[in-house]
């Protein structure tokens, strides 16, 4: 079991910045590749962002490519989605979540096992 506590949500201002925390705990959790996905209110989960577990390599969905940039501290067992230049349109709760490293990158929530209970981020225009 991995356990998964999301950190770092919060209101601000179109083009302003957040930097959000997924604090993962339980067995051999740094070995895990992380994603962070999100849901707007009446919307489906999208996928944001993913990171291997080695660190190496990151993933990013389209629009917010140059905005947003996943990190990970393995000896911290933390992963960190800094956001800039946030919109309106980036409102949303944001979850993260640990898969298998065979699935490293991958945009489908359910190639992930564990999931945190998510942050609520609110872009104000």
């Known amino acids: 079991q991995v356990q998964l506590v999301e950190s770092g949500g919060g209101l601000v201002q179109a083009g302003g910045s957040l930097r959000l925390s997924c604090k993962a705990s339980?067995?051999?959790?740094?070995?895990?590749?992380m994603g962070w996905f999100r849901q707007a209110p009446g919307k489906e989960r999208e996928f944001v962002a993913a990171?291997?577990?080695?660190?190496?390599?990151?993933y990013y969905e389209d629009s917010v490519k140059g905005r947003f940039t996943i990190s990970r501290d393995t000896a911290k067992n933390t992963v960190y989605l800094e956001m800039s230049s946030l919109k309106p349109e980036d409102t949303a709760v944001y979850f993260c979540?640990?898969?298998?490293?065979?699935?490293?990158?991958?945009?489908?929530?359910?190639?992930?096992?564990?999931w945190g209970r998510g942050t609520q981020v609110t872009i104000s225009s």
């Open positions: 339980g067995r051999a959790a740094s070995s895990y590749s």
């Open positions: 979540a640990a898969a298998l490293p065979s699935r490293v990158g991958s945009s489908d929530g359910h190639d992930y096992d564990f």
């Open positions: 990171i291997s577990w080695t660190g190496f390599s990151t």
